[in-house]
């Protein structure tokens, strides 16, 4: 079901109402209704958990994207345009009818980047990235490459004989889509079971795990992830909060012990979206009611802007 934007979430405090060096993002995001030529990105919301049950996860994802709205709006504006941002309101997944919430989602992405804007996945169970690709695959027709990246300590890689869910989504591509591309970055070795390992390396994928990212590394990896973007002519960003450690994201489905810092995390988010060729990114697996003090909903939120700074640089 869809939900048009709901301005109301868009509130906080206000400096000023006239000198727009003093704004900051609820008074820069406009509704859907009032897009202009200086629209940046695009703003929707997933808000779904069936994949994160299907998957015997943990539940309450779905209430992240309005959450998130809520935290993003007191965020100082520091972007050119004070008419960059849009909302586009939800996608709501009713009765446990995941393939058709994302069927609709992808219909959305479609219509955000019809506009010329970049699409801001707010999820949701990282079930979302399946409808967020969906919605690429449309708009950018059945022959060009897309790459997908995804900053992740998990491949999910599962089979989806018997169902799909927040574990399989990448796999469901792979298998169809011969033109899609994957690498994954922070995965962790014991957090994913050999048998996906050897999943990956079938379908021809490679990795960087998240013991291999670290400051002696960082020329490698930079160099691993842009032969991957020059492989590829779009480039889809996907962000599951699980990779970054537990005490700085603790509410998440699946917590890491070793995961990564918000920092680097961060520095791959300017990396990726710094590109031309990334034309979409979503943020899944914030769970508001596993969170401590809003830590993880306030860092995804940083995360978020980082985005919007990158592309409306760009």
């Given at each position: 079901m869809y939900a048009l934007p709901n301005m109301d979430l868009w509130k906080g405090r206000t400096d000023s109402l006239i000198d727009k060096d003093e704004f900051r993002i609820h008074q820069?995001?406009?509704?859907?209704?009032?897009?202009?030529?200086?629209?940046?990105?695009?703003?929707?919301?997933?808000?779904?958990?069936?994949?994160?049950?299907?998957?015997?996860?943990?539940?309450?994802?779905?209430?992240?994207?309005?959450?998130?709205?809520?935290?993003?709006?007191?965020?100082?504006?520091?972007?050119?345009?004070?008419?960059?941002?849009?909302?586009?309101?939800?996608?709501?997944?009713?009765?446990?009818?995941?393939?058709?919430?994302?069927?609709?989602?992808?219909?959305?992405?479609?219509?955000?980047?019809?506009?010329?804007?970049?699409?801001?996945?707010?999820?949701?169970?990282?079930?979302?990235?399946?409808?967020?690709?969906?919605?690429?695959?449309?708009?950018?027709?059945?022959?060009?490459?897309?790459?997908?990246?995804?900053?992740?300590?998990?491949?999910?890689?599962?089979?989806?004989?018997?169902?799909?869910s927040s574990g399989t989504m990448f796999k469901q591509i792979l298998d169809n889509d011969h033109q899609a591309g994957y690498l994954p970055i922070g995965i962790q070795r014991y957090g994913n079971t050999k048998k996906l390992f050897d999943t990956a390396t079938t379908l021809g994928c490679s990795w960087i795990l998240e013991e291999e990212l670290v400051d002696e590394n960082s020329e490698e990896n930079e160099n691993k992830i842009l032969n991957f973007i020059n492989q590829h002519d779009y480039i889809i960003l996907t962000l599951c909060m699980d990779v970054i450690n537990a005490s700085e994201a603790p509410g998440v489905s699946a917590p890491s012990s070793f995961g990564l810092s918000g920092k680097m995390v961060r520095q791959l988010i300017r990396k990726i979206t710094s590109h031309t060729k990334t034309i979409s990114f979503d943020i899944c697996e914030v769970n508001p009611s596993l969170d401590c003090d809003n830590r993880t909903v306030k860092l995804a939120v940083n995360l978020i802007n980082e985005v919007f700074m990158c592309v409306e640089r760009r």
């Open positions: 820069i995001v406009k509704d859907n209704q009032t897009t202009s030529v200086n629209n940046t990105c695009g703003i929707i919301g997933f808000s779904c958990e069936e994949g994160v049950r299907r998957n015997k996860g943990r539940l309450g994802s779905k209430e992240a994207p309005n959450e998130i709205r809520k935290s993003l709006s007191s965020l100082s504006w520091h972007g050119q345009s004070a008419d960059s941002l849009v909302d586009f309101g939800n996608i709501i997944c009713e009765n446990q009818k995941l393939e058709a919430a994302q069927a609709e989602l992808g219909s959305h992405v479609e219509k955000i980047l019809s506009k010329n804007l970049f699409p801001v996945i707010l999820g949701g169970g990282h079930e979302t990235f399946y409808g967020h690709y969906l919605g690429i695959r449309s708009s950018v027709g059945p022959n060009a490459k897309i790459g997908i990246l995804n900053i992740d300590a998990h491949f999910d890689l599962r089979s989806y004989e018997d169902i799909t």
